[in-house]
């Protein structure tokens, strides 16, 4: 009896194809506000304020690419666009990316996801450093203020999601080891301290379950 083919991942495939078709139209309002800003007043505030918001969506695009597409096997992100990503969209987090080189996309991918995780724990800011030694990685954070969810971060563990997960928080479903094949281990020391001021997040993600304390 042969092998049945792969199932597609669906929801990448989706979030893949939006990506792609909005692209388009963005890239396109791009192209036309740098032509009005070319015949006409280029200091105008309403002309900055367009330009702003579009290339906003279009770095938040790429973005959402990345994390919730499809990733192929083979393919890579390079450093200036991991960066590119990870700050793109005005975002208060402050990224110290320390890997070199490319990386793998789906390793790229998981980095992203973590990175957003972090950014929903620190709504006012922060800093983020990421770290890389072959095909494990090490994503750290501090900020002067949290805001925890503790069952969202139970969910990156291994537990099961919560019920009413909002749309602003499905980076987490995207992360949780029980929707992906590859196993991570993300350790918030914080979540224990909800109303700790100063505190220090932790993100681990890796081929096999390892904690940071």
């Known amino acids: 009896m042969s092998a049945r083919p792969p199932v597609p991942d669906l929801v990448a495939l989706v979030g893949s194809r939006i990506a792609h078709d909005l692209a388009s139209p963005i890239g396109a309002i ?7 800003g070319l015949t006409g007043p280029a200091d105008s505030p309403e002309l900055a304020l367009i330009a702003a918001s579009v290339e906003n969506a279009s770095a938040r695009i790429k973005a959402f690419r990345l994390a919730f597409g499809a990733a192929a096997p083979g393919q890579t992100v390079t450093e200036a666009d991991m960066l590119a990503l990870a700050t793109a969209g005005e975002r ?4 110290d990316w320390q890997p070199e080189g490319d990386v793998p996309r789906a390793e790229a991918k998981l980095a992203l996801l973590a990175l957003m995780c972090l ?25 002067d203020r949290l805001k925890i969810d503790p069952p969202l971060w139970n969910a990156l563990d ?7 997960l909002a749309a602003a928080q499905v980076h987490f479903a995207f992360s949780s080891p029980r929707r992906r094949r590859r196993r991570a281990s993300f350790t918030s020391p914080a979540a224990r301290w909800p109303s700790a001021s100063a505190s220090d997040l932790r993100a681990a993600p890796c081929h096999r379950p390892r904690r940071y304390t």
Do not use: Y
Not at 30 to 36: D, I, T
Not at 92 to 95: M, P, Q, R, S, V
Not at 158 to 164: D, I
């Open 30 to 36: 791009a192209n036309g506000v740098e032509l009005l």
């Open 92 to 95: 208060k987090l402050t990224l």
């Open 119 to 143: 950014e929903t724990a620190m709504p006012w800011g922060g800093t983020a450093r990421a770290n890389r030694q072959g095909a494990h990685w090490r994503i750290t954070a501090t900020a």
């Open 158 to 164: 291994g537990a099961a999601l919560p019920e009413g």
